[in-house]
Each structure stands twice: as structure tokens, then as C-alpha cells.
């Protein structure tokens, strides 16, 4: 008799590549500026334990010309993060990334190219996109290509990031998809509703993996780059009290340093005509601070569309 059987069944055939390989990244990230220049994050993930070593050459013209620096992480681990500081602002730097598993087992990636937000009164490029998540790959494969040959020194997102913040495939699609856009320009997101799933576990991870400084719980922060003031507010915490508290200090405080200019970020934003439609609550609890704080533009996502008015 044949026996047909009751439950899918599959034939897969395993293969195994030879050698330690780069499996996410290089990507930048926690961007900053402070005594000691500018500094950023070089972040990868590898798929064996391995050490690393960034080297960074400006490019430049400058007199002498400095030598190459080396960053190295001597403990071997999957994931790594190499904090780099003393910059030039304004200035254009070469890198690479060297990973060693020991044993004469080594991956490069690069060189890459970036360039860090320059000093006052240079302007100040940067880019503004979000919900890029699934099902439109495809359409976030052609901004990226975009963004990559615009080459800003830093690109905000305005949420939903991934489909499921808490999913490690979901991000693992992410950094196929931005490794041209993200090997280049530091990316600082704001959370959406979707980078907090699942049951708010995926924020914590989001806010890990691009390493932004917390102000408040994983959600809410600024920074300083080239003179402006730039503010991530979370509206998945928007009913928190202490974010509104903390809002209104960090824009007197912005003003009171004489920002040249102020852009918040956020992912519901206050107005909206498509289908999920403006957030009363920001209208009611945040435009207000906003506004009275001059703050030039609010970038905003959540409803898939593009528009932009004067409030």
C-alpha cells in the first residue's frame, strides 16, 4: 500500500559557508558633538564570535595630514560596537571594518566613505523619511538608493522602522535592505507604533540598536549637531507626563543656547488626512509646547502619505 502522508513534508539540502562573515552592517549610528568633536558609532554583527578593527583616514585636505587611527575590539562576539570621537566637524573620513575569528579566519567590509555635520554657519544637510516597513520593500530599496548618492551626515526616521520591533528577522531585512544608506550617514529614529512591538518589548530593542541616548524611557531624547537643536518624541509614551515635563525644558533650554534652528520628530503626529488621521493628544498636550518654543518644523509619519501645511 502507499502510505500518503498526513502533514506537510520538505527535502532541504544544508550548506555551510567557510569563514567568519559580516552579516549586518557596518552601520552608523548616535551621532554627537562635544568637546572633543565629533563622534559617532560603528556598529556590526558578524554570524561567528570575532574581534574587530575600524580604520578611519580623513580624506580631506588638511596640513599635515593625519595618520590613519585604529579602533580595535579585542573581545570576540557576535555583535560590536565601536565608539569613535575626536572628529573634525565638516570633515570627510575613509573606514574600514576588519573582523577576525581567530585562526587566520578574517572578513573586511569597506572602504566606506561619511562625513560628519559641519560647524556653524556651514549648512546643514539631512534626511527625513519613515514607515518603510513591510510590505514596501521594494519602494524602501529605491529611497535608499537615493538617499545613498545624497550622502547626508545624518538621516532621521520618523518610525515604524520594521514590521515587528521584537522580531530579529524583521531587522535582519532592515539592514539588508539600508546597508548602502547606513555604512554612510548615522541614522537616529523616532519609535513607531510598530518598532514597539510586540507588546512594547521591541522599543527597548530599537533604541539599542541605534544607540541613541535615552533621556526618558526608550522613546524620547535630543541632540545638538551643527548648531541645531534636534528633538525624538515617542507617541507611544505620549500619555506620560514626564516626556511633556521633559519637552518644555529641553526647548527652553535649546532656546536659552541659541539654537539656530529646532525639527521634532515623532511618528503620530498632531494632523493628518489619511486614513489614521491626526493624534488629539498631540494636538493637545505637544503642538502647544512646540509652537511656543518657535520650533521651525515637525516631521511626522504613521498614515503612508506625504503632506505638509503651517499649523
Not at 544637510?125 to 545624518?154: K, Q, S, T, W
Not at 534652528?261 to 503626529?269: D, L, P, Q, S
Request: aromatic residues 8%; charged residues 20%; neutral net charge.
Amino acid at each position: 500500500n502507499t502510505v500518503v502522508p498526513t502533514a506537510p513534508a520538505a527535502w532541504v539540502d544544508l550548506a555551510a559557508s567557510r569563514g567568519v562573515r559580516i552579516v549586518r552592517g557596518p552601520y552608523l549610528s548616535a551621532p554627537v558633538e562635544g568637546r572633543k568633536g565629533a563622534g559617532l558609532r560603528v556598529n556590526w554583527q558578524t554570524d561567528l564570535p570575532a574581534s574587530g578593527t575600524v580604520t578611519l583616514q580623513r580624506l580631506d585636505a588638511v596640513s599635515p595630514p593625519e595618520p590613519p587611527r585604529r579602533i580595535s575590539l579585542g573581545t570576540r562576539a557576535t555583535e560590536q560596537v565601536a565608539k569613535i570621537d575626536g572628529l573634525a566637524r565638516g570633515g570627510a573620513y575613509r573606514y574600514t571594518v576588519e573582523v577576525d575569528a581567530g585562526g587566520g579566519d578574517q572578513a573586511t567590509s569597506g572602504p566606506w566613505r561619511l562625513e560628519t555635520v559641519p560647524a556653524p554657519p556651514h549648512p546643514l544637510r539631512f534626511a527625513v523619511y519613515g514607515d518603510m516597513r513591510y510590505p514596501g520593500h521594494v519602494a524602501h530599496g529605491a529611497i535608499v538608493e537615493a538617499l545613498a548618492r545624497e550622502a547626508p551626515a545624518v538621516v532621521f526616521n520618523t518610525g515604524d522602522l520594521t514590521d515587528v520591533g521584537s522580531d530579529e528577522a524583521n531587522w535582519q531585512k532592515y539592514f539588508e535592505i539600508t546597508a548602502p544608506m547606513g555604512a554612510i550617514a548615522a541614522v537616529v529614529p523616532a519609535l513607531g507604533n510598530h518598532d514597539a512591538d510586540h507588546r512594547g518589548t521591541g522599543a527597548a530593542k530599537t533604541w539599542k540598536l541605534f544607540g541613541v541616548p535615552a533621556s526618558g524611557p526608550p522613546g524620547w531624547t535630543s541632540l545638538d549637531l551643527g548648531g541645531v537643536h534636534f528633538v525624538i518624541l515617542s507617541t507611544n509614551e505620549m500619555r506620560d507626563p514626564a516626556q511633556r515635563e521633559w519637552l518644555a525644558d529641553d526647548l527652553a533650554r535649546a532656546r536659552r543656547h541659541h539654537a539656530r534652528a529646532i525639527f521634532a520628530f515623532c511618528h503620530e503626529g498632531p494632523w493628518a488626512h489619511g486614513l489614521h488621521g491626526g493624534e488629539s493628544q498631540m494636538v493637545r498636550d505637544y503642538a502647544p509646547l512646540l509652537a511656543a518654543a518657535h520650533v521651525d518644523v515637525l516631521f511626522s509619519g504613521h498614515d503612508h502619505i506625504y503632506k505638509r501645511g503651517i499649523g
